[in-house]
C-alpha cells in the first residue's frame, strides 16, 4: 500500500462549485498532516496544515479522520484561481520529512 | 524572513555527464534541509535529507549524492547521469531543532532534462 493515496482527478467544476478531495494514508503513528498546492511547473506552496479537530481557511476547510487514516480537503465557491493540483502530505517515519500523494487535478472553467 | 534559493533553474545534460545542483537557505539556522524529485506524471519522491552539516540520509538507492558542506547550503551530485534522471528537483527546508513533522517550504525547482 501507498504511504499517501490520493484520487488523481481530474476535477473539472463551474465556478462557484464546492468540490471535496480526499485522502488516505498508510502509517497508522503519523502526526502532521498538510494541503499543499502545486501550480503547473511551479513548486509546491503550503495551504493548510490539517488539524485533529478540523480547521477552516476562507473558503478552505481541512478534516482528519485518525481512526480511518482519511484527510479531506473542501473547496466552497470555486475560483478560477483554484485550478491546480492538491497534494496530500503526511510525515514520513522518520519524523523529519514529509511524504506527499501524487496530487489530485482541479479545473475551475468558467 | 527566511527565502531559499536553487539553481540552476533549467538545465539539459547528455547522458554520463555529472550533475550539480545546488540550494541556500537565508534567514534561519540549522534548517533540516531536502531534495525531492518529480519525474513526469509522477509524485514528489524524497531523495535525502539532512538535519546538520554533513548528516545525510538517503532515501532511495540511486546514482545521486548529497552533500551538506555548510549550515544553510545543499549539494545535489551525480558522476553519470542516466536518462531516468530527468525530472524536477527540489530543493527545501523546514526549521531544525524541533523533533520533525514540520510545514517544509521549496525552491523553485530545477528541471533537469538528461538527452
Known amino acids: 500500500r501507498k504511504e499517501v493515496e490520493q484520487d488523481p482527478g481530474p476535477f473539472n467544476v463551474p465556478e462557484g462549485a464546492t468540490v471535496a478531495f480526499n485522502c488516505t494514508y498508510s502509517?497508522?503513528?503519523?502526526?502532521?498532516f498538510f494541503w499543499y498546492r502545486q501550480d503547473c511547473r511551479k513548486e509546491p506552496k503550503l495551504l493548510m496544515s490539517?488539524?485533529?479537530s478540523g480547521n477552516e481557511d476562507g473558503r478552505f476547510t481541512a478534516q482528519l479522520n485518525r481512526a480511518s487514516q482519511y484527510i479531506s480537503l473542501l473547496i466552497r465557491d470555486s475560483k478560477l484561481s483554484d485550478s491546480a493540483t492538491y497534494l496530500c502530505?503526511?510525515?514520513?517515519?522518520?519524523?523529519?520529512?514529509?511524504?506527499f500523494g501524487k496530487g489530485t487535478s482541479l479545473l475551475v472553467t468558467p | 524572513s527566511q527565502t531559499i534559493h536553487q539553481w540552476p533553474a533549467t538545465l539539459v545534460q547528455p547522458v554520463g555527464s555529472p550533475l550539480s545542483l545546488e540550494c541556500t537557505v537565508e534567514?534561519?539556522?540549522?534548517?533540516?534541509l531536502y531534495w525531492y524529485r518529480q519525474a513526469a506524471g509522477r509524485g514528489l519522491q524524497l531523495l535525502f535529507y539532512?538535519?546538520?552539516?554533513?548528516?545525510i540520509s538517503s532515501e532511495v538507492p540511486q546514482n545521486l549524492s548529497a552533500s551538506r558542506p555548510q549550515d544553510r547550503q545543499f549539494i545535489l551530485s551525480s558522476k553519470k547521469l542516466l536518462l531516468s534522471d530527468s525530472g524536477f528537483y527540489l530543493c527545501?527546508?523546514?526549521?531544525?531543532?524541533?523533533?520533525?513533522?514540520?510545514?517544509?517550504?521549496f525552491g523553485e525547482g530545477s528541471w533537469l532534462t538528461v538527452v
Open positions: 527545501a527546508w523546514s526549521p531544525g531543532n524541533t523533533g520533525g513533522g514540520n510545514t517544509i517550504y
Open positions: 502509517n497508522s503513528a503519523s502526526q502532521s
Open positions: 490539517v488539524y485533529s
Open positions: 502530505v503526511v510525515n514520513s517515519n522518520s519524523g523529519y520529512a514529509l511524504n
Open positions: 534567514g534561519t539556522s540549522n534548517p533540516n
Open positions: 539532512s538535519v546538520g552539516i554533513g548528516q
